[in-house]
């Protein structure tokens, strides 16, 4: 499991950075891996935000396109989030996630096998 940190409370407009300490994951030295971030809010299923390839492809969930940058640095092995003009509609349990590739889409809940804690981000209106 990889644990995020950064989450909190922002009006809608502001800013906040998630992120995640992925050292620990050995998948990140494989060749082919996924690492993303998911979101879920009360009644919801789990959504794909951001994610990427080890071919360092990126993808975004329609919603957050233009606002949200998905991004690792791999001297500190930290997978970052950064959320701009929040809205409420962001609001919602975050959670980063990483796997072995396995040929579906890396913004797909089912391209990962285990979910560990998730940060609260809350953008009230």
């Known amino acids: 499991q990889i644990l995020p940190s950064g989450g909190g409370s922002a009006q809608a407009g502001g800013s906040l950075t998630l992120s995640c300490d992925y050292s620990e994951y050995i998948y990140s030295r494989l060749s082919r891996y996924c690492m993303a971030w998911f979101r879920q809010a009360p009644g919801k299923e789990r959504e794909g935000v951001a994610a990427f390839d080890s071919d360092d492809r990126t993808q975004y969930t329609e919603s957050v396109k233009g606002r949200f940058t998905i991004s690792q640095d791999n001297g500190t092995s930290t997978l970052y989030l950064q959320m701009n003009m929040l809205n409420p509609e962001d609001t919602a349990m975050y959670y980063c996630?990483?796997?072995?590739?396995?040929?579906?889409?890396?913004?797909?809940?089912?391209?990962?096998?285990?979910w560990g804690q998730g940060t609260q981000v809350t953008v009230s209106s």
């Open positions: 996630a990483a796997n072995r590739f396995l040929g579906i889409s890396c913004l797909s809940p089912m391209a990962y096998k285990s």
